[in-house]
């Protein structure tokens, strides 16, 4: 159920943000970034929704920043060894 409200946030914010942005490659990186961030945190929040219920939002929120927080983390793990792997 996450994954496919997380998709759903993900596409509606990256649409809306690359419309609203009129420079055509920066609207679409800037889109795709923020549905990016957007589906990740919908997808963390809607997991501690549907496991310790609607009484829960402030928890959700917390567990959204933290998807999204964990995931930069492992981006930026990848890219310094994928870096030192190179260089």
């Not at 159920?1 to 997380?6: N, P, R």
């Not at 219920?53 to 060894?81: C, R, W, Y």
């Amino acid at each position: 159920m996450s994954g496919g409200l997380g998709f759903g946030a993900a596409v509606a914010a990256g649409a809306l943000i690359g419309t609203v942005i009129p420079v055509p490659g920066v609207g679409t990186l800037v889109g795709a970034a923020g549905g990016a961030i957007v589906g990740i945190f919908t997808s963390g929040a809607v997991d501690t929704l549907y496991t310790e219920g609607l009484g829960s939002v402030g928890d959700a929120i917390n567990d959204g920043a933290a998807a999204v927080a964990d995931t930069g983390s492992a981006i930026g793990e990848l890219a310094t060894g994928a870096w030192d792997a190179i260089f």
